[in-house]
T-cell receptor, first 115, second 112 residues
Framework: NAGVTQTPKFQVLKTGQSMTLQCAQD?????MSWYRQDPGMGLRLIHY???????DQGEVPNGYNVSRSTTEDFPLRLLSAAPSQTSVYFC??????????????FGPGTRLTVT | EDQVTQSPEALRLQEGESSSLNCSYT??????LFWYRQDPGKGPEFLFT???AGEEKEKERLKATLTKKESFLHITAPKPEDSATYLC?????????????FGAGTQVVVTP
């Protein structure tokens, strides 16, 4: 049981390049989320999914796309990278429905630098 | 506007010196409040869920409490291995299970 995995761990992009951050979970969780973490700002929600085929925007969705074709995978696409997207990106998953059992599991993160 | 504010931003403690971290929230409807621990270079790790005022949860040297406006994370007789950033997050009754709103965190350093 690997939990939540993310690839790559580190990435450097030039302005205007596109790329996909990968996220996978093996816990059969319904809910998956992408956050970015910047110094002094905490974690901010980018996009989230409540199940395969269903996604919605979070607090800071501009410049990012997501899709969820399977329960396990939730990739995050940067369409045209900008220096403002330099950040650490975390993927998380959870099984909702019962608050007493609720826990959001986080991946190890992807550190992205856009030059 | 829904807000989650953590204080202090940073806390330096001597080993054995107990202290408390604060997480205050102004939200429209709280489903639950969560505490996470984050070590440098790693993802947040779940500590506690609290969902009603007056509730308390304990784990080793950590104790979390919840009121209608804020939550406290008490660290009793901390050890150097308790050094980490502690994050609180809220989930609103109007939000999906996949959606948490985080505070900026409190960085705790415990020196021997």
């Amino acid at each position: 049981n690997a939990g939540v995995t993310q690839t790559p761990k580190f990435q450097v992009l030039k302005t205007g390049q596109s790329m996909t951050l990968q996220c996978a979970q093996d816990m059969n969780h319904e809910y998956m989320s992408w956050y970015r973490q910047d110094p002094g700002m905490g974690l901010r929600l980018i996009h989230y999914s409540v199940g395969a085929g269903i996604t919605d925007q979070g607090e800071v969705p501009n410049g990012y796309n997501v899709s969820r074709s399977t329960t396990e995978d939730f990739p995050l696409r940067l369409l045209s990278a900008a220096p403002s997207q330099t950040s650490v990106y975390f993927c998380a998953s959870s099984q909702g429905g019962d608050l007493s059992l609720y826990e959001q599991y986080f991946g190890p993160g992807t550190r992205l630098t856009v030059t | 506007e829904d807000q989650v504010t953590q204080s202090p931003e940073a806390l330096r403690l001597q080993e054995g010196e107990s202290s408390s971290l604060n997480c205050s929230y102004t939200v429209s409807g709280l489903r639950g409040l969560f505490w996470y621990r984050q070590d440098p270079g790693k993802g947040p790790e779940f500590l506690f869920t609290l969902y009603s005022a007056g509730e308390e949860k304990e784990k080793e040297r950590l104790k979390a409490t919840l009121t209608k406006k804020e939550s406290f994370l008490h660290i009793t007789a901390p050890k150097p291995e308790d050094s980490a950033t502690y994050l609180c997050a809220v989930q609103l009754t109007t939000d999906s299970w996949g959606k948490l709103q985080f505070g900026a965190g409190t960085q705790v350093v415990v020196t021997p």
